[in-house]
């Protein structure tokens, strides 16, 4: 009998694997590798090692629970050796594996397979739903953009989630507007659902602390599932206690509240344990059965057939290129305060504290707090890219990308979005309870106590003023700064190129 090996790698264990799909559990082995040099080659956040080589260890018993055959070689130095070790054991027929979630390493492993004499079989990604074909549709006419919405409605009508017939549940589309409340006073919130830590999580623990001890993060009270049957638990825990209130408080910030009411769910659907159609019909029954109001399931869904799709199409349509995009050359070094949190900014300083504590931190904190600093500064996208890539347990090349130098950074020179999300204290102060706690006053702009968001952002509006000046989204503010007094602008300025060298020279405020 035929014999072949499946070969599944660390952000491919869920079930719908495809490189399983139609074989045969008696002729087929599965095999696992570990890879010591693989996890060093970034500095990726402890947590992130712990889910990873725990969901790999569980997903391996979930295999082996439903009759696979399964080849686990743990805590090895490479690839290599353990891959020619089982090639040589099994003798295999052919090789299969799921295609690589980064741009390159198809390549990389088909030349490695091709090294020990097989042809290595691809196959596509489960955990997606759209087709490259889908997206490239878009385009047929000559656009050079499309944006998240366009592509999202498709998605809806593909898939026909939240829709009645040919039209958008209750008439629309997009619930955006009612999804911007800012955080109420002495909100509580529901407890978080506990994860009691298997017998891998505890090994993986050990080894990630022995192994990788420099790495950046702490493991902490590790909280975060491994297994599809947490994963699931976890996941119906946010449809009953939090999904209601998903919406309306999607952008609000709360000091030394890291949850609110997102799902935290990114990690598990990355590593594979849960499947983006499964959460979104789960919403969609919320919704239908009256447990949830619409402006929040459809948030949810729109956050993951709309921008997660939208990201992944966009990742595989312009790399490699894309990744080296600096449309406003930035320039600057990642500021040392992202890498220890020492810093009198509020924001940043809880920001780092629950990157540091858990790897994650909701979309808004990402993108207004950390992002937004690192755009309006003038941070080097491909060095903040890096950046996120470990610091985050849901990092992987493809949804960084995208979303760093794309979105956040507007590096792509507005491929993602068309305007860039730059905003000055006025809107953390708005969105969060930060500035009451602050040495920096988020009204003021160059007094020495004035916070550093507020001379960056408009000295960010400055260096661009070219750029922007054609920008149809930009122009209430490009006027607001046109009309200022040039004493105002030399001062703004003045403040901003003292912060920018402080941030050069590796300085902290
Ligand atoms: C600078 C920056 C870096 C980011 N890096 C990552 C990353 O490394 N990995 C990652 O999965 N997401 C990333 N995102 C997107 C988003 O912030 C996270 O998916 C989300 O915060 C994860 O928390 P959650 O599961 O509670 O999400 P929720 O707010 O509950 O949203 C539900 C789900 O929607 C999906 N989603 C929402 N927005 C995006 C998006 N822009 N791109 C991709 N998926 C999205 C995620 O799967 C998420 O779990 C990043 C966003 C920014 C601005
Ligand atoms: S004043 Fe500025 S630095 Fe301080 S918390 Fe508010 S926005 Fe952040």
């Known amino acids: 009998m035929a014999l072949t090996t499946v070969w599944i790698t660390g952000d491919q264990c869920t079930p719908r694997n495809t490189a399983l799909h139609g074989l ?61 070790e089982h090639v040589a054991r099994y003798r295999p027929d052919r090789i299969r594996t799921m295609t690589q979630t980064q741009y390159g390493l198809d390549a990389a492993l088909r030349a490695f397979a091709a090294d020990l004499g097989h042809d290595l079989e691809i196959t596509e990604h489960a955990n997606f739903i759209s087709t490259a074909a889908e997206f490239d549709e878009l385009f047929a006419r000559g656009q050079t953009r499309v944006t998240m919405e366009t592509f999202y409605r498709k ?35 529901p407890p978080e659902p506990e994860v009691p830590p298997s017998v891998h999580v505890r090994d993986v623990i050990a080894f990630v602390e022995r192994t990788f001890p420099d790495h950046p993060g702490v493991v902490g009270t590790f909280d975060i599932p491994v297994s599809r049957r947490d994963a699931l638990a976890y996941a119906d825990d ?22 609110l009411y997102h799902s935290r769910l990114s990690a598990l659907i990355n590593v594979g344990l849960l499947h983006p159609l499964e959460l979104c019909e789960r919403a969609e029954l919320a919704y239908r059965s009256g447990e949830a109001p619409l402006s929040s399931v459809e948030g949810f869904v729109r956050q993951l057939i709309g921008w997660r799709e939208f990201i992944w199409r966009v990742y595989w349509r312009l790399m490699p290129e894309y990744r080296t995009r600096n449309a406003l050359g930035a320039d600057l070094p990642v500021p040392a305060f992202y890498r220890d949190g020492e810093t009198d900014m509020a924001c940043q300083r809880d920001a780092h504290r ?79 309870d930060h500035c009451g706690g602050c040495r920096y006053d988020p009204k003021k702009t160059v007094e020495d ?40 602008k030399t001062a703004i300025r003045k403040r901003a190129a003292a912060l920018r060298a402080t941030l050069r020279a590796g300085g902290s405020f």
């Open 24 to 84: 045969d559990k008696h002729s087929t082995i599965v095999l696992f590798v570990e890879s010591i040099a693989r996890s060093r080659e970034v500095p990726y956040h402890k947590r992130k090692l712990v889910l990873i080589f725990a969901a790999m260890r569980s997903f391996a018993d979930d295999l082996r629970a439903d009759g696979w055959t399964v080849d686990y070689r743990a805590e090895r130095e490479d690839y290599e050796h353990p891959f020619r």
């Open 155 to 189: 998605m809806r009508k593909k898939t026909g989630l939240l829709m009645d017939g040919e039209q958008p549940a209750a008439g629309a589309w997009n619930f955006d507007a009612e999804n911007r409340k800012p955080p109420k006073r002495g909100m509580r919130f």
């Open 238 to 259: 946010f449809f009953r206690n939090r999904l209601a209130n998903f919406g309306p408080y999607e952008d609000a910030m709360i000091a030394g509240e890291a949850r």
């Open 354 to 432: 629950t990157v540091r504590e858990l790897g994650w931190a909701h979309h808004i904190v990402r993108l207004m707090i950390l992002g937004n600093f690192a755009l309006i500064a003038g941070v080097d996208p491909q060095a903040m890219t890096d950046w996120f890539w470990c610091m985050f347990v849901d990092g992987y090349d493809w949804v960084m990308v995208a979303n760093v130098v794309g979105m956040t950074l507007h590096a792509d020179g507005g491929f993602v979005g068309t305007k860039p999300y730059a905003a000055s204290a006025n809107y953390i102060n708005k969105m969060s």
């Open 449 to 488: 106590d004035a916070c550093p968001y507020n001379a960056l952002y408009w000295d960010f509006i400055a260096r661009n003023e070219k750029r922007f000046a054609s920008n149809t989204r930009m122009s209430l503010t490009m006027r607001n700064w046109a009309s200022r007094d040039p004493a105002v």
